[in-house]
């Protein structure tokens, strides 16, 4: 088998980003499964991927430039994603503070003798089951608002 030899230039730019990725995965190995084992096979490699990208993506597909496709490869991806990821982490950090206000709650109803008092949040006509419902019923709406909230922020509607 031969191979095609070719000598290329790189710009200022292209190198320093070569020498970066080299060096990135020179300190993190854990970044890569095997590193290849010269310059000449890591550019290759490096390249081969990229081309297999590519084609794939443009393969029987006309209709789409590579400017497009480059720009939709480089573009952060679904910022909706992100938001749920932020809104779990926002959510976590409501259900500890509630399990806070739950232990300080708890805390007072030892100490004062009313914890023997409660009655069931299930059993129909307490105390316990009309605030059960009222708070089930306000997180119910809440939810609704911000679920009209997000669509109208959506920018695909």
Known sequence: MTENKMTVRFYKKTAAQLA???????????LINKMPSTRNAFINMLLQDYLEIII???DGNSKISY????KKLLTQKNTQLEQVKKNQFNLANRMNELYYLQMIATKVLIETGGLNDLESMFEFGSTEYKTHQALKQLVDEDNKRLFVKTKRLDPKN
């Open 20 to 30: 970066y990725l080299e060096k990135l995965w020179e300190t993190k190995p854990m």
């Open 56 to 58: 794939k993506n443009l």
């Open 67 to 70: 400017e497009t496709l480059k």
